[in-house]
């Protein structure tokens, strides 16, 4: 307990992606993840790093595609409508195979929308927002503890597969302080023998965006893309069970729609109404199979976003049993009220 | 113990380190805090306000609209929050700059001359912890006294420490009145 700190969300996620050892971080302002930027501004020349306050979203994302070809650890941050405006850089740098780690503190859309928290950008986010058969590995933290540890397994991820990962939050959990302990680095070196690095002594390493030929090259480049898709989805799967061990009832939700699930199920329990929580934490890939499983034992299986569905959709390909799938959801910067998934659940008894 | 705070007031009247200044006390007893400021298009002059929740239990919303505990530093605060509180719920208000009653009988009301106690130990920017003290004297099991003295160290920026007993002298005081 001694050694918890009090800090915003967004705090977090910037002290985090320091100890993981990121040094160049580019971004455009905008709320509700503003503290981002404002704390890479203070921290990352106190450690030699370098902030830099970009002249839109686009062009930060691709000072990120170019500091990470060069070998480096590069973030960029920014929410929902501000991710829309990276999209091509994300699909440049994922046809690239270079790793960065983007955040997305998701606000009320579509368009500028409003500046609460949401989960509207889901399909963005897992179904790719760009252009191309590639793939983004999404990390959907529910707490500021998680948000900094997983912001430190995002760079890891990324380097380990070469490939953009997006650390998904929402305004609320940007905006929330909560006590939480400063993760350590994992001490892990990824070599980077393709960065650009200025070929002295060495023949020059090429990081290409355009393949002209498919037969022989395009084509073929995406069967590699698809073969490091194919590992992640069998390595990297990550999800949370909450009483899930007998429960009748399985709540679906990440986030912050999963804390609000989280509390309805403890006063569902006091009821004893065996109510549990399946919360995945990597968007993509997505936990199917396990969510497969646990609902195979279930009578009802609820999905609570913070959107009028979108991860349903996902929990539908896992359940594969549409009779047993119910949706609840509030959007444009509303929050899920627990006394409503209560009420809900209640219902399917009957 | 579980406990929804909205602390509400003009800005500049420190509410959200108010609110701080709770969960940095109430962490140091093991509780789950939660702290979220109400962001956006707020209008000048007024209500800026926190969202603070404090409890034995892991924390599901950090947003409370509903709140178990209103403190309102000025009039357009108590406007706002009283019809949204709680059946039974406590509603602590700046008598200093409040000149109305709360409309409300199914709450708890307690009026604290906030500015006044403050600009009496020597500063009229101490109104948040009269508040604050008065608040602990009524809720004892949210924190203790001791912990939201010691917790001025971290939630008071470097700059404004040398406030500090001032602002050790406002909660004591405001923590002493019976009424």
Redesign the interface.
């Known amino acids: 307990?001694s050694d918890?700190i009090?800090m915003k969300g967004n705090e977090a996620v910037g002290e985090a992606a320091i100890i993981a050892g990121c040094r160049y971080y580019f971004a455009y302002p905008i709320?509700?993840q503003n503290e981002i930027p404002a704390y890479m501004a203070k921290r990352l020349p106190e450690v030699g790093g370098t902030f830099l306050q970009a002249e839109s979203e686009l062009a930060a994302i691709n000072m990120v595609f170019g500091a990470s070809a060069a070998g480096a650890r590069a973030m960029t941050s920014s929410s929902s409508p501000g991710i829309s405006l990276k999209q091509e850089g994300i699909s440049y740098i994922a046809g690239a195979e270079l790793p960065c780690v983007i955040v997305d503190m998701m606000r009320g859309g579509p368009g500028l929308g409003?500046?609460?928290g949401s989960q509207a950008d889901y399909f963005q986010a897992t179904r790719g927002g760009g252009n191309g058969d590639y793939r983004v590995l999404v990390i959907a933290p529910a707490s500021v503890q998680e948000l900094a540890d997983m912001t430190v397994k995002a760079f890891d991820l990324a380097d380990q597969y070469s490939i953009p990962v997006m650390i998904l939050g929402d305004g609320?959990l940007g905006?929330?302080?909560?006590?939480f302990t400063l993760p350590k680095p994992s001490g892990k070196n990824f070599k980077k023998p393709w960065a650009l690095t200025g070929a002295k002594g060495r023949k020059p390493n090429i990081i290409a965006s355009m393949r002209l030929t498919p037969e022989d090259l395009l084509e073929k480049h995406n069967l590699k893309l698809q073969k490091t898709y194919q590992e992640i989805e069998a390595n990297e799967v990550m999800y949370e069970s909450y009483l899930l061990d007998d429960a009748e009832y399985v709540i679906v939700a990440y986030g912050?729609s999963a804390?609000?699930?989280?509390?309805?199920i403890?006063e569902l329990r006091k009821e004893g109404i065996k109510a549990g929580l399946f919360r995945p934490l990597t968007l993509w890939p997505y936990p199917y199979k396990e969510l497969k499983a646990v609902s195979e034992r279930a009578k009802k299986v609820l999905t609570v976003e913070m959107s009028l569905g979108q991860m349903v959709e996902d929990v539908r390909l896992a359940v594969q049993d549409d009779a047993k799938i119910d949706f609840y959801g509030r959007t444009g910067g509303m929050?899920p009220?627990?006394e409503e998934i209560i009420r809900k659940v209640r219902s399917y008894g009957g | 113990m579980h406990e929804e705070i909205i602390v509400a007031g003009f800005g500049g009247q420190g509410v959200i380190m108010a609110g701080?200044l709770l969960?940095?006390a109430a962490?140091k007893e093991?509780k789950h805090?939660?702290?979220?400021?109400s962001?956006?298009a707020e209008m000048r002059g007024g209500t800026a306000n926190c969202s603070v929740v404090i409890s034995d239990?892991?924390?599901?919303?950090?947003?409370v609209?509903h709140p178990t505990i209103v403190v309102a530093m000025n009039g357009p605060s108590m406007r706002k929050f009283e019809p949204r509180l709680k059946k039974g719920g406590l509603l602590l208000y700046n008598s200093s700059l409040i000149d109305f009653k709360p409309e409300r009988d199914d709450i708890e009301v307690i009026a604290i001359k906030a500015n006044d106690i403050a600009e009496d130990e020597g500063s009229k920017m101490a109104a948040n912890m009269a508040a604050i003290g008065r608040l602990q004297a009524v809720k004892p099991e949210l924190v203790s006294l001791d912990n939201i003295i010691d917790a001025l160290k971290?939630a008071v920026s470097k700059r404004n420490q040398k406030h500090n007993e001032v602002n050790i002298k406002v909660l004591k005081r405001a923590n002493s009145i019976t009424a």
């Open positions: 307990m918890q009090l709320t509700p409003n500046i609460a609320f905006q929330m302080s909560e006590p912050t804390r609000i699930s989280r509390s309805a403890t929050l009220v627990s | 701080k969960c940095l962490m093991g805090v939660s702290h979220i400021p962001y956006g239990n892991p924390i599901g919303s950090p947003v609209p971290i």
